[in-house]
C-alpha cells in the first residue's frame, strides 16, 4: 500500500497539470453536494429543533375543488378547534403577517416577528434567560400589550442590561412592556425579534369573519396519539363544521381538514427544488469522476500520457509500479523454427478516439522472427490475452 501511495504521489507531481485539473473537478463537485445536502440535512432531514418534534403538527384547510390545499385559519375557526379538539394536548395560532418598528432609543429598527398565543411557547419548549412568558390571560383585548424579546436584540439594542425586564419599548409607536428574553430557539416560520400575545375579541368570532384566513394553526400530539388519529377526528370536525356553517363550509368546494407534521410546514415550498438539486449536484459529482477517472486510466495505467490524434511512442510503466502498472511486453514466437523474442511494448493503452478499443505499439528488431509468427501479450512472464498469429517478411 506505502509503495503504491508513493508511486501515486510521484506520479502526481510528474503531471501537476493534470493533477491540479483533477483536484480542482473534484473538489467543485464535492464542494457542490456538500453545499446542498448541508441544506437538505437542515431543511428536510432535521428541521425542527423543538422537543419531540414528530408530535407537533399543524392544521390545513382543504378545498379540493379549487386545488387549494393547506390553508390557513381565521379566528372563528381557531376558536372552534380549541373547543372541539380532543386529540392534542395543546393548540396554538400564530399570525405571521406583521410588521414591527422598534422606536425610542436609537434609530427606528425594523424588527421580524409575530403574534402568537402563549401556548406556543410551551409547544416548542421555549425558556426564558431572564423574565417570563405571556400567559394565556395577555391574548385578552386590553392586557396584550406585554413582549418577549429575543436574545440577539436584548444585547443588541440594549447592551443585555437585566433591567429591561419590566420596562415599556416603543413598537409601531405603541408602548408594550417587556415580559423575557429568550434564547433563540423559535427557528424557521417561528423566527423572529419580538413575539407579542394574540388577542382575541368577541367580534372576531362572528360568521362575517370566517373567511379572513390567515392564521398558522400548531398543536401538539397527545402522547400515544398518531398522525393518522388526528386526522380521523379531524374529519369529524369537518362533518360538524359542515352541520354548523353550511353557508361557508359547502361540500361541492371539496371541504376538509387536514392534519400535517409541523417539519413539512416548515420545508414549505423548498422540499422539490431541493430534492432536485440534490439530483442534478449527484450527476454532477458522478460526470466529474467518471471524467477524472477516464484521463487517470489513460494517463497512469501505460506510464504514459493522456492517447493523443496520434499515438505516442514511449517508456512503459516503472519496474516499482503495483502489479496493475507493471510493464507489457509482446512474446513473438515463429510458427516454423519455434524461435521466440520478447519485444517491449512502446505503447499499450486505449486507442485514441475508439472507446473501448485497447491500442499496443511494438517496433519490431531487425532479428525479429519472420514468417508466420504467434504474437502474444505478455506481463512479467504471465501470458495475458488470445494469441495473434501474424505474417512478419
Known amino acids: 500500500m506505502q509503495q503504491d501511495l508513493r508511486f501515486a504521489f510521484r506520479q502526481l507531481l510528474k503531471n501537476p497539470a493534470f493533477s491540479i485539473v483533477a483536484v480542482l473537478t473534484l473538489a467543485l463537485a464535492i464542494g457542490a453536494n456538500c453545499a446542498i445536502f448541508s441544506a437538505i440535512d437542515a431543511v428536510l432531514l432535521h428541521p425542527l429543533p423543538y422537543p419531540d418534534p414528530d408530535r407537533l403538527v399543524f392544521v390545513g384547510e382543504d378545498l379540493k375543488h379549487f386545488d387549494l390545499h393547506k390553508i390557513p385559519a381565521s379566528r372563528p375557526e381557531v376558536n372552534d378547534y380549541r373547543k372541539m379538539v380532543t386529540s392534542f394536548s395543546a393548540i396554538g395560532a400564530a399570525d405571521h403577517d406583521t410588521s414591527f418598528t422598534l422606536t425610542g432609543k436609537g434609530d427606528p429598527e425594523m424588527l421580524p416577528g409575530m403574534r402568537i398565543t402563549a401556548s406556543v411557547f410551551s409547544m416548542l419548549g421555549v425558556?426564558?434567560?431572564?423574565?417570563?412568558?405571556?400567559?394565556?390571560?395577555?391574548?385578552?383585548a386590553g392586557k396584550?400589550?406585554?413582549?418577549?424579546?429575543?436574545?440577539?436584540?436584548?444585547?443588541?439594542?440594549?447592551?443585555?442590561?437585566?433591567?429591561?425586564i419590566g420596562r415599556s419599548?416603543?413598537?409601531?409607536?405603541?408602548?408594550?412592556?417587556?415580559a423575557g428574553v429568550i434564547q433563540p430557539i423559535l427557528q424557521f416560520r417561528f423566527a423572529g425579534d419580538v413575539w407579542m400575545p394574540l388577542a382575541f375579541t368577541s367580534g372576531d368570532f362572528a360568521a362575517s369573519s370566517r373567511g379572513n384566513q390567515?392564521?398558522?394553526?400548531?398543536?401538539?400530539?397527545?402522547?400515544?396519539?398518531?398522525i393518522a388519529q388526528a386526522n380521523a377526528e379531524f374529519q369529524t370536525i369537518t362533518r360538524r363544521m359542515m352541520s354548523q356553517y353550511p353557508d361557508f363550509y359547502k361540500p361541492e368546494f371539496g371541504y376538509s381538514l387536514e392534519v400535517y407534521p409541523l417539519a413539512e410546514k416548515a420545508a414549505g415550498d423548498l422540499k422539490t427544488p431541493l430534492v432536485v438539486l440534490i439530483g442534478a449536484?449527484?450527476?454532477?459529482?458522478?460526470?466529474?469522476?467518471?471524467?477524472?477517472?477516464?484521463?487517470?486510466?489513460?494517463?497512469?495505467?501505460?506510464?504514459?500520457?493522456?492517447?493523443?490524434?496520434?499515438?505516442?511512442?514511449?517508456?512503459?510503466?516503472?519496474?516499482?509500479?503495483?502489479?496493475?502498472?507493471?510493464?507489457?511486453?509482446?512474446?513473438l514466437k515463429s510458427s516454423t523454427t519455434g524461435a521466440q523474442m520478447t519485444v517491449p511494448a512502446a505503447y499499450a493503452g486505449l486507442a485514441p478516439n475508439f472507446i473501448g478499443l485497447d491500442q499496443i505499439n511494438v517496433q519490431l528488431p531487425a532479428n525479429a522472427p519472420t514468417g508466420s509468427v504467434i504474437l502474444q501479450m505478455e506481463n512479467l512472464s504471465?501470458?495475458?490475452?488470445?494469441?495473434?498469429?501474424?505474417?512478419?517478411?
Open 281 to 331: 449536484v449527484a450527476m454532477v459529482m458522478l460526470i466529474a469522476c467518471v471524467n477524472v477517472a477516464g484521463d487517470t486510466i489513460v494517463t497512469w495505467a501505460t506510464g504514459l500520457d493522456p492517447t493523443a490524434f496520434d499515438p505516442p511512442t514511449g517508456e512503459p510503466a516503472p519496474d516499482e509500479a503495483s502489479p496493475a502498472l507493471v510493464p507489457i511486453s509482446i512474446n
Open 144 to 164: 396584550n400589550r406585554v413582549v418577549v424579546i429575543s436574545e440577539g436584540l436584548w444585547k443588541r439594542r440594549f447592551g443585555g442590561d437585566s433591567s429591561i
Open 382 to 393: 504471465n501470458l495475458l490475452g488470445n494469441a495473434v498469429v501474424i505474417g512478419i517478411q
Open 169 to 178: 419599548i416603543q413598537i409601531n409607536r405603541e408602548s408594550y412592556t417587556v
Open 127 to 140: 425558556r426564558p434567560i431572564i423574565g417570563g412568558l405571556f400567559t394565556s390571560d395577555a391574548e385578552q
Open 214 to 226: 390567515y392564521l398558522d394553526v400548531i398543536g401538539r400530539l397527545k402522547p400515544g396519539v398518531t
